[in-house]
C-alpha cells in the first residue's frame, strides 16, 4: 500500500487508484504499441491475474492464520 491508514474508505480508494490508473496508462499507449505476431497478449493478461488472484488468496491465508 501506498499509505498506512486504518479508514477503509480510504484503502478502497487507494486500491481503486493503484489498478485504474495503470490500466488508463495502458489506454493511452494502446495506439503506438503492438505486440509481435505470434503472442497473445489475451493469455497473458489472463495468466497474470490468475497468477495475481493466486498470491493475494496466499498472501491472506498467511496473514490472517499462520502469522499469529
Avoid at 505470434?38 to 492464520?65: E, K, T
Amino acid at each position: 500500500m501506498l499509505f498506512r491508514t486504518n479508514c477503509k474508505v480510504c484503502r478502497l480508494v487507494q486500491n481503486y487508484l493503484m489498478v485504474s490508473i495503470p490500466i488508463v496508462f495502458m489506454m493511452w499507449l494502446r495506439p503506438d504499441f503492438k505486440f509481435p505476431e505470434g503472442v497473445d497478449v489475451r493469455a497473458i493478461i489472463g495468466n497474470a491475474i490468475g497468477v495475481s488472484l493466486f498470491l493475494m488468496v496466499c498472501w491472506r491465508i498467511y496473514a490472517d492464520y499462520l502469522r499469529k
